[in-house]
């Protein structure tokens, strides 16, 4: 599958300030961090990594347009989200909105997390997407990387998909708190009968 290649920051363009666009999101999930946490699924990648769990995540096309105030207002009304994690897509082609949300559901006690195929030095560098490191002094963990398919992990023992990438710990209250593994799926079935699979073999599969 290959998406037309278009630089993001024309389709970034498009997307309202105070908005994120995303792929999808689900509240109460267990395997996409520590505890029980929300998840959002950002639009857009580049990488088009063989492999990849979320192809339908690449396109940098508008797909749903939500903003940080309803996204907060959602995480927040369900009492077992104890963190946010951020997915895709590329959460840092989103940077400057998603560090606003994390600052917002931070304030309310939550921890925030992010996955990215970028390297934490690269999002340090003067090439890093814009907002990089706002986004970055917001986060609790950080799991980076691209997904390289020729090392995939699926493991018990394994928080990450592929032994290239990286687990940060920047928050010390969550040293001890890995406790997701590349080996775990769930599935969440919603009141229209539709269901989404996520975890490192799901990724993000919504089907009817």
Known sequence: MTQS??????????????????MGYVDESEVNGPGCRAVVWV??????????????S????????ISVEQLVQKILSKPANQGVTFSGGEPFWQAPTLASLARQVKAAGLNVMSFTGFTLEQLRSEYAPAGAED??????????????????????NSPVSSSNQ?????????????????DQIEVHIFKDGSRL????????????
């Not at 993001?8 to 498009?14: D, N, W």
């Not at 917001?138 to 493991?155: E, F, K, M, R, T």
Request: proline letters at 7%; aromatic letters at 10%.
């Open 197 to 208: 699979v996520t975890g490192y073999r799901g990724g993000f599969e919504l089907s009817e």
């Open 166 to 182: 990286r687990v940060h710990i920047f928050n010390s209250a969550l040293q001890d708190s890995i406790s997701w593994a590349s």
């Open 58 to 65: 690449w396109s940098f096309e508008i797909n749903q347009l």
């Open 135 to 156: 986004l970055l002094e917001q986060l609790d963990i950080l799991i980076d990387g691209p997904y390289i398919q020729s090392l995939a992990v699926n493991s018990p």
């Open 5 to 22: 290649q278009t630089h993001p920051y024309l389709s970034l363009m498009e997307i309202p300030p105070g908005y994120l666009n995303i």
């Open 43 to 56: 639009q857009g990648c580049m990488r088009e990594c063989p492999g990849c769990f979320n192809t339908n």
